[in-house]
Nanobody
C-alpha cells in the first residue's frame, strides 16, 4: 500500500497563503487521480481539489476554493501540491491528500473513490 505524507500545514491569518505538499512512498503507477479533501470539526470530509496523475494533468477544484487554490503535480518527484491563497477562517480543517487506483463506480468528488490517504495536516486560519 502506498504511503502518503502531507506537509506544510500551520496557523495563518486571514488573507495569507500556505502551500501543502504530499509525497508518496513509491510511484503511484496505477493512479488516475490524486488530490485533496478536507474535514472540519463536526463536518463530513469534503472535496477540495484533484488532478489527473497521467496525461494532460487536468485539474478540478471545489467551487469554494476556485480562484484561491491551485493544485499541481511533479511526476518526477511523485508529489502533488496545493497552493492556497487568500485563506479564510472557513478554510480551517484537517487537509488530507489521496490517490486513487484507477476507475471505479465513484466520482473523483466522492472520498470513496480514493484508496490511499495521508494522515492529514492541520490548517488553521484565524486572526
Amino acid at each position: 500500500q502506498v504511503q502518503l505524507v502531507e506537509s506544510g500545514g500551520g496557523l495563518v491569518q486571514p488573507g495569507e497563503s500556505l502551500r501543502l505538499s504530499c509525497a508518496a512512498s513509491e510511484p503511484t503507477v496505477n493512479s488516475a487521480y490524486r488530490g485533496w479533501f478536507r474535514q472540519a470539526p463536526g463536518k463530513d470530509r469534503e472535496f477540495v481539489a484533484s488532478i489527473m496523475w497521467r496525461g494532460p494533468g487536468s485539474s478540478y477544484l471545489a467551487d469554494s476554493v476556485k480562484g484561491r487554490f491551485t493544485i499541481s503535480r511533479d511526476i518526477a518527484k511523485n508529489t502533488i501540491a496545493l497552493q492556497m491563497s487568500d485563506l479564510r477562517p472557513e478554510d480551517t480543517a484537517v487537509y488530507y491528500c489521496n490517490a486513487d487506483r484507477g476507475p471505479d463506480q465513484f466520482s473523483i468528488y466522492d472520498p470513496r473513490h480514493y484508496a490511499d490517504w495521508g494522515q492529514g495536516t492541520q490548517v488553521t486560519v484565524s486572526s
